[in-house]
């Protein structure tokens, strides 16, 4: 049997003085597609967060592994050159960097991190060409300064430009859906199907059974004051849709 | 009863300075020296430069230059005119516009000021440009201090003509010893002339290095300055510029960049001293290891000044936790129908911002440099020459990627 793509084990996590994560199990075999729902503050973007690297937290025990590496002792960058990206739920501006330097800075770093030589000028606004028009991805838009002054959604598509351009082999996103409208829904959805192969996973937070109509998941967790507490096929996300979480509480609310 | 004052107590620096004053003639300022010693800290404009704790000694003054080293900034369109050891230099054939010359003595004018009444004494010769028309080619005045380590004064003295536009950058670098260099320009930019004027210091590690930018603003001039310290273990560039004609606009800026050891002192006087006058003065400090940036800015607004419109700014980069950035703005309004402003921010890198970057495959150190550069953008994105542009840039970035 082959390593899952993602493993976590018991993980659990603080902040200042607060556990969030109360010891996480979760194996997403490669190819496989599972989704998160929970309620607000139930710990899924701090689950994210740890995955991916922030600084601000704490591990008090439990591990992680990216397709059989620990990944808990690796920097970010370290972390999205093992083939780790997190789509953020609040993807940040910065005023001072260009979006298209932004790109092509992340492509050349995941290239030199295999050893290869940086894009060439054509190739790099080719590749950005494709991927944007395929999002609906106003080229004006990619002239502005990172993030500033996209909408919602805006900011959405470019977190999913920026996954279709790195090609990551473990995706995390986290309410990609929220913010965006109708047709955008459609426009992400299908730019995340064509992503899913048998040797890429992923993981989808969100609070919606809508967007789970369109990303078909393979698998859905139940997220409930820092752990996973129930976990079941595409059916239980219509059930969560219909009966909500009082459920699946640990304790009663 | 009054106490009696007792004599300042004058260190090796001092008496070095007093004795090459004496040397060279000017005993006037050699007494003055030795009765006031370098300013100290109780000295408002040198608050936060104390020179006379911060200068250990004075190499002794320069001799003309046997060698050369290379110049610090190469631009392939510009014309460039040496100073070596503070003795201009023959230059090539000077294009349309630019009448390039030399004259006795020094350049600025007088300013109760130590460094300035320093320079006075011992620049012997200052570079004379007239620049006439749209001159076309970036002036580059290139000066170096060669040979052993010296105590090296130069001087330039620039007019530009009404109507006419130029840009001029000035470079300060040398060979690799501990010189001592005290640096003047003063230009005068004529009736609705234009003029960029940019210095960037290059001096290598043990330098001190001063200068002292002079600038008489006539009707309607435009005056754009950047001033960048990327060199030195100490360096002080003060800025005078002074508003003499109605219409006259300029955008002054600074760009700090403090690293382990390093003392890097800004220190400002606009002088708006007629109606109807504006001016924005944008200064950036980015500190690094254990370090010292210093910016002192005044805006002083003449009772006459009125319609004045003036704003300043400093931003401090904190690149680690002992970088000391300080800063001081002060306003002198005397006029009552004006619009004046000043703002001070320091801050260390956003972290949101560097674990996204990071989240992306970039490196800590390359994502630092991006978001520095971000910070920076401000004071480079106005320098319109393309290529000035891309060396200013170039050295900004060696500067980022040349950390200790
Ligand atoms: N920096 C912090 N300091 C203290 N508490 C924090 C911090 N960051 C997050 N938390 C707390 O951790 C808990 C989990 O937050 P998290 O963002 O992971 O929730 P979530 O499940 O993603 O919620 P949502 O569905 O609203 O996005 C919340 O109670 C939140 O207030
Ligand atoms: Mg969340």
């Known amino acids: 049997m082959t390593n899952p793509i993602l493993e976590i084990r018991n993980l659990h996590a603080r902040i200042e003085d607060r556990e969030i994560l109360k010891g996480v199990n979760l194996a997403i075999p490669a190819g496989e597609l599972h ?10 973007s701090t689950l994210s967060y740890v995955l991916a690297g922030k600084e601000d937290y704490e591990i008090t025990e439990g591990e992680v592994l990216l397709d059989g590496v620990d990944l808990l002792g690796m920097e970010p960058n370290e972390r999205a050159a093992a083939g780790l990206f997190l789509a953020f739920q609040y993807p940040i501006e910065i005023p001072g960097v260009a979006t298209m330097t932004f790109l092509k800075a992340a492509m050349n770093a995941q290239r030199k991190s295999r050893g290869e030589g940086e894009i060439s000028t054509p190739d790099f606004m080719r590749a950005v060409k494709e991927a944007g028009a395929s999002l609906n991805i106003d080229a004006s838009m990619l002239k502005r300064p990172l993030n500033v002054g996209f909408s919602g959604g805006e900011k959405k598509r470019a977190e999913v430009l920026q996954m279709a351009l790195l090609a990551p082999k473990m995706c995390i996103l986290d309410e990609t859906d929220s913010g965006l409208d109708i047709d955008a829904l459609q426009v992400v959805s299908k730019g995340v199907n064509a992503l899913r192969s048998e040797q890429r996973s992923m993981l989808v937070i969100t609070h919606y059974q809508r967007l789970l109509n369109h990303i078909v998941p393979d698998v859905v967790h139940v997220f409930s004051d820092g752990r996973i507490v129930e976990s079941g096929d595409k059916s239980l996300a219509l059930q969560l849709e219909a009966k909500g979480y009082a459920d699946f509480d640990s304790e009663p609310a | ?20 004053l004496t040397g060279a003639g000017d005993s006037a300022q050699a007494e003055r020296l030795s ?3 370098l300013p100290t800290r109780r000295v408002e404009s040198y608050h936060y430069t104390d020179l006379k704790m911060l200068l250990k000694s004075v190499p002794p003054l320069v001799g003309a230059a046997n060698t050369a080293s290379a110049p610090a900034l190469r631009l392939a369109g510009a014309y460039r005119l040496l100073i070596a050891n503070g003795e201009p230099q023959a230059s090539a054939t000077a294009p349309a516009g630019v009448i390039v010359g030399s004259s006795d003595g020094a350049a600025l004018s007088v300013h109760d000021d130590v460094l300035v009444r320093l320079n006075t004494a011992f620049a012997k010769k200052s570079l004379s440009l007239t620049l006439e028309g749209t001159v076309d080619p970036i002036i580059q005045i290139d000066r170096r201090t060669e040979g052993t380590a010296a105590h090296s004064a130069s001087s330039a003295r620039i007019f ?4 006419s536009s130029a840009t001029i950058l000035e470079t300060y670098s040398g060979s690799d010893e501990a010189h001592l260099t005290n640096n003047a320009s003063y230009i005068a930019v004529g009736r609705n002339a234009q003029v960029t004027h940019i210095t960037v210091d290059l001096s290598s590690d043990g330098v001190t290095h001063f200068a002292t930018n002079e600038y008489v603003l006539a009707e309607g001039a435009k005056l754009r300055t950047l001033a960048i310290h990327a060199g030195s273990a100490l360096a002080r560039t003060q800025i005078f510029a002074k508003f003499a004609g109605e219409g006259a606009h300029a955008d002054i800026a600074g760009l700090n960049l403090v690293d382990d050891g390093q003392h890097l002192d800004f220190t400002l006087d606009v002088n708006h001293a007629v109606p109807n006058t504006t001016s ?6 980015v500190g690094r290891g254990r370090s010292k940036a210093v910016f002192q800015g005044k805006i002083v607004v003449a009772r006459d000044a009125q319609k004045t419109d003036a704003k300043m700014m400093m931003q401090g980069l904190m690149l680690s936790d002992q ?11 005397y006029a009552d129908d004006v619009v004046c402003g000043h703002g001070s921010t320091c801050g260390e890198l956003d972290a949101d911002s560097m674990f996204y970057l990071m989240s992306r495959g970039i490196s800590r150190a390359e994502a630092e440099t991006m978001l520095v550069r971000g910070f920076l953008k401000e004071v480079l994105d106005p320098i319109e020459d393309a290529e000035l542009n891309e060396a200013l840039t170039a050295v900004v970035d060696d500067w980022l990627v040349g950390g200790k």
Do not use: C, H, W, Y
């Open chain 1, 35 to 44: 989704a998160v729902m929970g309620r607000n503050g139930s710990g899924k």
């Open chain 2, 1 to 20: 009863m009054l106490k009696p004052k007792m004599p300042v107590r004058l260190n090796a620096a001092e008496e070095t300075l007093i004795a090459q």
């Open chain 2, 35 to 37: 009765v006031t010693g």
């Open chain 2, 160 to 163: 530009v003509a009404d109507d």
């Open chain 2, 280 to 285: 924005q003065e944008v200064f950036k400090q």
């Open chain 2, 323 to 333: 970088a000391e950035i300080l800063s001081k703005p002060e306003l002198e309004i």
